[in-house]
């Protein structure tokens, strides 16, 4: 379970940072495209010469066209969850073995083996290391039956050679990518935290929110926005050193991810600002917020906040609006911090709905 629950919490991650990067739906297209293309390749051999005409060997190659489509459907109709993401490297990487075991000529088979590192690639970008092996043993099990196909015919340094030629390419691109995308997890990682707090900085912040909100489209629910800001912050600077303040953005930090629930986004926007995003499934919850006030007044640095809080229906949520609601989310929630310290500081204002 752990195991699965880090596949899919890397999965949302890569997922988030492709739609932040606005390259999402662009992906989406090469990959209907992709699997348009091997479902047109299963027809173009079905009914070429030489095709498969032993008994169920056209179902297999039906089923390995259904599973092409089951993929351009997929990803024509919207980014996949991580299920669904699974779902696609299954049904593929059965739809290319269906493929090449129906097909009669064991050479052509094998060469046909080559599609298999299409999925391979995703598996290495997108998922674990189990699932990139679960599908690398799919692919050793199918080229050594036809290369043993091709022995049986007496051509063996052929059959060798083409084996070795298919787990190679294989395996080098599962490496290649599965090293490549956790290097950059780890350099993005390291340039989207605060370096004092170890919170999302701004620039992270609004990237991880707007890829949620991408994945969160037609789900309904509200989204929770919260500007938080330390009270006299100069003062603690000014009397206590610069050691002291820097004392008290962590413990306010730590006293933050103790009371967010586990789906909050929580950032340090600059100097002794914080910000806070989260979905939920009614909107009266943003009075929770109101306890933070509490809680950091009862830290052992002597520091208070304000806090402004805003939400937003997401049942009209469309893929377009997705920037354009966070940023009316902030300016609200900036708007409400503001009327609190208006009021005196060390409370919560609500500025409501936001549209």
């Known amino acids: ?32 495209v992709t699997s348009a293309a091997m479902a047109a390749g299963v027809l173009t051999l079905l009914f070429g010469a030489g095709g498969p005409q032993e008994a169920g060997a056209p179902a297999l ?49 094998l060469l046909g ?87 999302l900085n701004r620039r992270a912040f609004r990237r991880t929110v707007g890829g949620r909100l991408s994945n969160h489209q037609g789900k309904g629910g509200y989204l929770l926005t919260a500007l938080l800001d330390l009270d006299d912050f100069k003062a603690i600077n000014d009397t206590h050193g610069h050691a002291a303040g820097d004392q008290a953005l962590v413990a306010v930090a730590e006293a933050l991810r103790a009371t967010a629930t586990p789906s909050a986004v929580i950032a340090r926007s600059g100097g002794e600002e914080f910000l806070f995003a989260d979905f939920a499934s009614a909107h009266d919850v943003v009075a929770r917020y109101e306890e933070l006030c509490a809680v950091i ?7 208070t906040a304000s806090i402004g809080t805003s939400f937003a229906d997401l049942a009209a949520l469309t893929p377009r609006s997705h920037n354009e609601l966070l940023d009316r989310l902030i300016v609200a929630a900036d708007q409400a911090m503001y009327d609190a310290k208006r009021q005196g500081g060390n409370r919560c204002h609500h500025y409501g709905s936001v549209h």
């Open 113 to 199: 083996c080559i599609a298999f590192t299409t999925i391979v690639g995703y598996a290495a970008f997108f998922h674990s290391p189990e699932v990139v092996a679960g599908v690398l043993l799919v692919v050793a099990a199918v080229a050594v039956d036809q290369a043993a196909g091709l022995a049986a015919q007496g051509r063996f340094a052929l059959a060798a050679v083409d084996l070795f030629l298919i787990l190679q390419c294989s395996i080098g691109v599962a490496l290649a990518l599965y090293s490549l995308v956790r290097t950059l997890r780890g350099d993005l990682a390291a340039a989207d935290l605060d370096p004092l707090t170890g919170l």
């Open 1 to 32: 379970m752990r195991r699965l629950r880090r596949s899919a919490e890397h999965h949302l991650w890569l997922s988030e940072y492709l739609v932040a990067r606005g390259v999402a739906r662009r992906t989406r297209l090469c990959l209907a």
């Open 61 to 109: 190659m039906w089923v390995a066209f259904a599973g092409g489509m089951f993929g351009t459907a997929m990803w024509l109709w919207r980014w996949p969850s991580h299920a669904m993401s699974l779902a696609f490297v299954a049904v593929t990487t059965m739809s290319v073995t269906a493929a090449c075991l129906a097909y009669p000529d064991p050479l052509a088979a």
């Open 297 to 303: 007044a009862g830290l052992p640095v002597s520091v």
